[in-house]
């Protein structure tokens, strides 16, 4: 079910017997409608300031943000789910026990730096937070035995910024494709009609109000494949890809990983000179991703991903 503006939808993968989670609120359709505007509030900055030694004033440090926390107060409604009072007591604790075990997420709990996904339209602008559940806490109520019960919740983000909740893919070839060139016959003086697309080949649009993060897989074969953001950045590893052989860089806060088809940690292989994980973002604008390495056959190639971020929704 696609996202109605103003809905909000929790979701994360399953673990083992622990279930996963697709739970769709903040609307009358759904049966769990905000009472309440939703609330973000942005965490305190944890400032490198040290007094200047034997003078007035502070000397000014690196700083850091925490991460952003989202409040929301939920009428879990299930007035018209039974003709009877008894009928409407009982669907209510169902609803909530449903909303309970979601906000619990024990499938996200017993592992290590794994996110939830929680995604909303607001403005008509599909956006995604990564983070988890925390709070969860229904307010005893008279009204529960009438179907109704108001429930406070948070959802702590892992950094403060909201991604596009559509994904941006972009591929790479290490080889470009060969040029048509002037097809006749031709006639002088030469002309050029037409306009020009203005986007060479590579380059793409990275949206959004700030950097993000690419995740970046280099397919075989090649031998000590680079990706290039030209004027920015490029990362090496020191490495070979056979024909069905592929590395993904993520340097993303919840993964920081290299991994060599999936399973195998190749983060050591970076050259030196590459930048760390958490330095590698893309800068908005207009950008021009380059593969390069050696293939001898030309098929190698890459596929950068990213999100556009937005310090607000």
């Not at 986007?199 to 109000?209: H, W």
Request: charged fraction near 20%; hydrophobic fraction near 35%; include cysteine.
């Amino acid at each position: 079910m696609s996202l109605a503006e103003g809905e909000w939808k929790l979701s994360y993968s399953s673990n083992g017997v622990h279930p996963g989670a697709a739970f769709t609120f903040g609307t009358i359709r759904t049966g769990y409608y905000l009472t309440d505007a939703f609330e973000i509030t942005y965490g305190d900055i944890d400032t490198g300031d040290t007094p200047m030694p034997r003078a007035d004033g502070v000397r000014f440090g690196q700083d850091w943000k925490s991460a952003a926390t989202i409040t929301f107060e939920v009428g879990v409604d299930a007035v018209d789910d039974a003709p009877t009072q008894h009928g409407r007591h009982g669907a209510n604790l169902d609803r909530l026990s449903v909303m309970g075990q979601v906000w619990d997420a024990e499938a996200l709990r017993l592992r290590f730096a794994t996110p939830a996904v929680l995604s909303t339209v607001q403005g008509g602008r599909a956006r995604r937070f990564y983070g988890r559940p925390r709070k969860w806490a229904p307010a005893a109520s008279k009204l529960t035995r009438q179907g109704y019960t108001p429930v406070a919740c948070t959802f702590v983000c892992q950094d403060d910024t909201a991604y596009d909740e559509v994904e941006q893919v972009a591929r790479i070839d290490i080889q470009p494709p060969p040029h048509p060139g002037l097809v006749g016959p031709l006639t002088t003086p030469l002309t050029m009609t037409g306009r020009s697309k203005g986007v060479v080949q590579g380059d793409r649009i990275v949206g959004g109000t700030k950097p993000t993060w690419p995740v970046i897989t280099i397919y075989g074969p090649i031998t000590q494949p680079a990706c290039e953001v030209v004027d920015w950045w490029k990362v090496n590893l020191d490495l070979t890809l056979d024909v069905g052989e592929h590395v993904v860089i993520d340097p993303r806060p919840w993964a920081r990983t290299v991994l060599r088809n999936g399973n195998a940690s190749v983060a050591g292989l970076l050259y030196r000179g590459s930048p760390r994980l958490e330095d590698l973002r893309l800068p908005v604008g207009r950008q021009d991703f380059v593969l390069r390495g050696t293939d001898a056959t030309g098929t190698a190639y890459m596929t950068v991903a990213w999100r556009d971020a937005y310090s607000h929704l």
